[in-house]
């Protein structure tokens, strides 16, 4: 392979290319943070050890990942995802993307060299699969059972709508024959799992009734399949690795005109990702939200709206310290029921305070004025507990 790391480097985690070491043990629990590699890789003492890792992800992200391991001396769990799908939309006749500066290349090649960069597992380089491309799906099946070693994840880029009532069965169907683990990875513009009313539920569906499925590149949806059966789940780091576009739509953001971008908070007792900005305007009159993690120590959530990369850090860290408290505290609970009702019960008592925030602020009767509960979440707090 091209591009090889210097065998003198080995990265210290990484004491063999041994492809018969199984994925889930070593990701089993585990909800992991997505880096961008963009950014030169930095410590992360936020992370839990025993519960979290790292998934370097863009298109240098192997690079990042043996400078991570060999510069920064990471030792923990860590996963590569060059992200093919954001560039490559699978086919039923080539579902997998090979490297582009290899004429020759295999799939098994390029697992082989996200091992050598560091990786503690290998995930497929799969394309985008298109809405209801049955065909395409089904490539993946087949050439992911052809792969013979147990380190391997099959990455699923597909779009929202395989979560439809119309196409879930299906997805299911082919997600239990595929027999490596899978990592889902969720395509639309915004938040996924508003695209429909009933894709939180079949995603629930989906996680409950295949086992060894992860779910990458999202938001608070990796608490909920964790809750239901996931074994492994990943949160982004920023807001454009909570979700994932198609290769041939460009990015919808929020606001017009360009400019800075500013942090989006995780809100600790609303539990949701809000934009310092919006921050910024809510509370500009009145004492804002408050953290108590190791990061704020008490200080307001309005602080982020900067643009610099010391406060963009800081969010970061304050979010990853956010939601590692609740993984830790889902891991306390036993798997099935009590962890499920844990969780239900937990986005429940946050819906409720929506009102009480709103009430604190005095934004008045307009429903856009103040905090709004975004819809994943109402609708966690309320599906009932399955056995």
Not at 130 to 147: D, F, G
Not at 162 to 181: D, F, T, Y
Not at 238 to 257: F, T, V, W
Request: proline share 8%.
């Amino acid at each position: 392979m091209s591009n090889a790391p210097d065998p003198r480097r080995r990265p210290p985690a990484v004491k063999t290319l041994d492809h018969t070491v199984a994925a889930v043990p070593l990701l089993q629990g585990r909800v992991l943070l997505h880096e961008h590699a963009q950014y030169t890789p930095r410590p992360r003492p936020a992370l839990d050890d025993d519960l979290s890792g790292v998934v370097m992800t863009g298109a240098n992200a192997d690079a990042r990942a043996f400078q991570l391991r060999a510069d920064v001396g990471f030792t923990g769990t860590l996963l590569i995802d060059s992200a093919a799908y954001t560039t490559y939309t699978a086919t039923a006749e080539e579902p997998f993307m090979a490297p582009p500066d290899e004429l020759f290349a295999t799939v098994h090649d390029s697992l082989n060299f996200q091992k050598a960069r560091g990786a503690s597992a290998a995930l497929t380089p799969t394309g985008y699969i298109p809405p209801a491309n049955s065909r395409t799906l089904k490539a993946v099946m087949r050439e992911a059972n052809r792969i013979e070693r147990a380190d391997t994840l099959v990455s699923l880029p597909i779009d929202v709508t395989w979560l439809n009532r119309e196409n879930i069965s299906q997805l299911i169907a082919v997600c239990a024959k595929i027999r490596h683990p899978k990592a889902l990875i969720l395509f639309r513009q915004f938040d996924p799992l508003e695209q429909a009313k009933d894709i939180p539920a079949n995603l629930r569906r989906l996680f409950t009734e295949v086992e060894h499925m992860a779910l990458l590149r999202t938001d608070l949806a990796a608490l909920d399949v964790m809750a239901h059966g996931a074994f492994c789940a990943g949160i982004g780091a920023q807001s454009s690795l909570r979700h994932a576009i198609p290769p041939d739509e460009k990015p919808q953001i929020g606001k017009r005109g360009g400019g800075p971008t500013y942090p989006h908070v995780l809100m600790p007792q609303l539990m949701c990702f809000k934009g310092a900005e919006f921050l910024s305007k809510v509370y500009g009159n009145v004492d804002p939200a408050t953290c108590d993690c190791e990061e704020c120590d008490g200080r307001g959530l309005e602080r982020f709206y900067l643009s610099d990369g010391d406060t963009r850090r800081e969010a970061e860290n304050h979010n990853i310290l956010t939601w590692s408290e609740w993984v830790s505290d889902m891991a306390s609970h036993r798997a099935g029921s009590e962890r499920k009702t844990w969780w239900r019960n937990k986005c429940a008592a946050a819906v409720d305070r929506y009102a009480l925030e709103n009430q604190r602020i005095e934004v008045g009767a307009s429903p856009r004025s103040g905090f709004q509960v975004p819809p994943p979440l109402k609708t966690w707090a309320t599906l009932p507990v399955t056995p």
